[in-house]
């Protein structure tokens, strides 16, 4: 039966019924696959209820508008391939995610809290009149969100009352979407006026044999204990044995031993890998944000009362200098 508020709006021809969910995620690829953490993001996608699309968009980037089209949950799937879109600059996507809520009316516009999300999310907001909602690491219901406040140390709990929720999502707080049950339709992307601003020059990648710092299953990070650049050594050797990627804290970054796309923490990247090795770490909060939802956390410093024991799964108060070989060692045995 019809409630008295519903069949008086019938009558006076009033829309009363709410507003489906529907949800955009940006999808992040480097024109030929999908970065992991759009897997994350489509899962949050998901518990938004109502429909998927994703947004592809990049240069000769249709290989990965077939891989989005498979995986589960993604209704559909907008292709936006053109050179306008080289080095996947914030400033040419923002047009184009402006073009396609224009046209689609999302509820929701998902993207991965990555550099690539942070940059984009609060331009696409502002550009809508509403709040960029960050780093979210769960979701009550389509307007309430949770995210972690005070470099990790506390809960916050979020109602949006905007009429478009932009939200950037936090990869290790969601599990990946199956990426091979789903046959998503997919179409062009609406046109968008590219951006006048800034032009795409070129990019210098650091390359790597190692595994991805945000998806590797195991991380060993080196702090100031590590005491220069050349004792790293020790840890990418290790790394290298075990198939893990190498961190470091703020600290060793600002002291200039490895660059600063290896830090991990409040202002690094976020890691929750399933083995996290800190090594001559004191476990500062700010660094305890970037990897304390690790599964198993060993912690190898000469200070018994160093914060980073708190947290740890493994203790071992010793000096890094002796048993980072000596673990290097067991490990060749094995
Ligand atoms: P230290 O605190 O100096 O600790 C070095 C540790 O090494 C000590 O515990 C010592 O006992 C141990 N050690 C020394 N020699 C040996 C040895 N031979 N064997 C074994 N152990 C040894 N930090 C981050 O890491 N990531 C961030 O993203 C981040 N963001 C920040 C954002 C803000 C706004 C601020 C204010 C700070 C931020 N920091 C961040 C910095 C953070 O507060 C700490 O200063 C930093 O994490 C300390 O790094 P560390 O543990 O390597 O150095």
Aim: glycine content about 8%.
């Amino acid at each position: 039966m019809l409630s008295r508020a519903c069949l008086q709006g019938v009558r006076r021809g009033v829309h009363v019924f709410k507003r489906f969910n529907s949800t955009l995620v940006v999808v992040e690829h480097n024109n030929e696959k999908l970065t992991p953490i759009t897997l994350h993001a489509i899962t949050a996608a998901t518990k938004l209820g109502g429909e998927v699309s994703c947004l592809v968009a990049g240069s000769q980037c249709a290989k990965v508008a077939e891989e989005v089209s498979k995986v589960a949950g993604v209704k559909k799937v907008l292709l936006a391939d053109s050179d306008a879109f080289k080095g996947f600059l914030p400033e040419a996507l923002t047009p184009l995610v402006l073009a396609t809520q224009s046209q689609f009316k999302f509820t929701h516009i998902l993207a991965g809290a990555t550099a690539l999300g942070k940059s984009l999310a609060p331009r696409v907001a502002a550009k809508l009149d509403v709040s960029a909602i960050s780093d979210i690491i769960g979701i009550q219901s389509p307007d309430t969100f949770v995210r972690t406040i005070y470099a990790g140390n506390a809960i916050q709990t979020l109602k949006s009352n905007d009429s478009v929720k932009v939200i950037t999502v936090r990869g290790t707080a969601f599990d990946a979407a199956d990426a091979d049950s789903g046959s998503a339709a997919q179409e062009e992307a609406p046109a968008a006026t590219p951006s006048a601003t800034s032009e795409f020059v070129s990019q210098e990648l650091s390359k790597s044999d190692r595994p991805d710092l945000t998806s590797a299953k195991s991380v060993i990070s080196g702090g100031r204990g590590m005491k220069n650049g050349e004792n790293f050594k020790m840890l990418y050797d290790l790394a290298d044995k075990m198939g893990a990627a190498v961190g470091a804290s703020r600290a060793a970054v600002d002291a200039g031993f490895v660059p600063n796309d290896m830090q991990v923490g409040q202002t690094g990247k976020i890691v929750a890998p399933d083995l996290y090795i800190a090594v001559g770490i004191s476990g500062a909060i700010q660094h305890l944000a970037g990897m304390k939802d690790s599964k198993i956390i060993v912690a190898i410093n000469k200070d018994p009362e160093a914060p980073i024991f708190q947290v740890a799964d493994y203790g071992l108060v010793a000096d890094l200098f002796k048993v980072v070989p000596e673990m290097s060692a067991l490990v060749d045995k094995k």
